[in-house]
């Protein structure tokens, strides 16, 4: 980047989550499209096979950001940046035996990857950390995801991630949670751990559940009955994805996501996350984490989760300012006192 330009940007994607990434990304930078399909969109667009590597290096060079908006389990982009130099944020959901895979290849590294950088993971594991830091004590975390049957989102993130973490096993646990309005009490499915890779990296070791809850009680009623019988892994994929299309507007239903964590399996104290929209919120979320990164650009080489790159005290006023809410949960009695300044200082003296 030179000067008062205006940065390049490369987008990987023109699904849902591409598509209006780059709708975003465009009111301060120079956009193109980079996709194996044609965008919905007008615009500079050039064509990538993310898993013909050939492809991949033809398209990536000379962009001050690369924002990867595909999951692809070869990770080609990624492993080029590194190889070659440049900043790539990654928006899909890698599992951690994925990250783990690639920070294989961030040895030498000549460019920066940072991975996670979504809403989960992403602005959660960034709630995560900071709880974290608080009560380092804390042998669990807990994630609480909300879902809408009528949101926004595309066949890789439904048929994908979603329906693969329902459809997993017989019958999941489910648990209680009180939630921000208008949500309240709900029982909420876990669907998974933190071997998902949606805390980020912020789980280091500990326990990590993850839950949701759809937020149509009809519907939510429905999956917990057939829980109950252990037949939600029958539900057929296609029911999940059917008519899923890149929309003309985002859905804006209201999100009431929960991040908290936990000692001896009592909640210790947590945070509760809201706002208008899954993918409004994570499409808002990346285009802080890009801007927060160009500012920071040159950034070590390697591969890094967002949680280790920035905090959410950095960044919670400009997460407020694009649609963030976020409530800090005390538990009603803490089994554990939170580390403060003075005695985090004490402790390390
Ligand atoms: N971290 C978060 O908070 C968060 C939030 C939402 C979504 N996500 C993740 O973001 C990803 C995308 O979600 P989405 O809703 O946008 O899904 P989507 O609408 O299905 O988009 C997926 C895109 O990937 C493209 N693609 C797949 N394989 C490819 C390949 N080998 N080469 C080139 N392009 C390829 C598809 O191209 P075609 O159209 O040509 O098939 C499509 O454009 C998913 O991993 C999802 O889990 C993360």
Same mark, same amino acid.
């Given at each position: 980047m030179t000067g008062n330009s205006r940065p390049r940007v490369l987008v990987i994607g023109s699904g849902v989550l591409g598509t209006f990434v780059a709708r975003t990304v465009r009111a301060w930078a120079d956009v193109v499209v980079a996709s194996? @399909?044609?965008? *919905?969109?007008? &615009?500079?667009?050039?064509? %990538?096979? =993310? !898993?013909?590597?050939? +492809?991949?290096? @033809? #398209?990536l060079g000379g962009?001050? =950001? %690369? %924002?990867?908006?595909?999951?692809?389990?070869?990770?080609?982009a990624e492993k080029r940046v590194l190889e070659t130099g440049g900043t790539l944020l990654n928006l899909s959901n890698l599992s951690l035996s994925e990250s783990a895979s690639l920070r294989s290849y961030a040895k030498g590294a000549r460019g920066t990857v940072i991975i996670n950088a979504g809403l989960s993971p992403g602005v959660n594991s960034l709630l995560c950390a900071d709880l974290l830091t608080r009560y380092p004590n804390a042998d669990e975390i807990r994630l609480v995801m909300s879902f809408s049957c009528s949101e926004s989102g595309g066949p890789q993130a439904v048929g994908g991630l979603a329906y693969r973490l329902l459809a997993r096993g017989s019958r999941h646990r489910t648990g209680m949670f009180t939630l921000a309005a208008p949500y309240a009490e709900r029982q909420c499915i876990e669907v998974g751990s933190e071997a998902d890779g949606l805390f980020g990296d912020a789980a280091e070791g500990r326990i990590g559940r993850v839950y949701f809850f759809f937020v149509e009680s009809w519907f939510q009623r429905s999956l917990l009955a057939l829980n109950s019988v252990a037949l939600l892994r029958f539900v057929p994929q296609?029911?999940? #994805? =059917? &008519?899923? *299309? #890149?929309?003309?507007?985002?859905t804006s239903e209201r999100k009431g996501d929960l991040v908290e964590v936990a000692l001896k399996g009592q909640a210790i104290a947590g945070y509760r996350l809201t706002g208008s929209g899954d993918y409004r919120l994570t499409v808002a979320a990346a285009d802080v984490f890009g801007r927060a990164l160009l500012d920071r650009t040159p950034v070590h080489p390697g591969v890094h989760s967002l949680e280790k790159m920035v905090t959410f005290t950095e960044l919670r006023t400009e997460l407020e300012r694009v649609g963030f809410k976020f409530e800090f949960v005390?538990? *009603? @009695? +803490?089994?554990?006192?939170? #580390?403060?300044? +003075? +005695? !985090? !200082? &004490?402790a390390a003296s």
């Open positions: 194996r @399909s044609r965008p *919905k969109d007008p &615009g500079p667009h050039l064509p %990538i096979e =993310l !898993a013909d590597p050939e +492809s991949v290096a @033809s #398209v962009f001050d =950001l %690369i %924002i990867n908006c595909v999951h692809t389990p070869e990770l080609l296609w029911l999940f #994805v =059917l &008519g899923l *299309k #890149v929309p003309d507007e985002l005390p538990a *009603k @009695s +803490s089994p554990v006192e939170p #580390v403060t300044r +003075s +005695s !985090a !200082a &004490g």
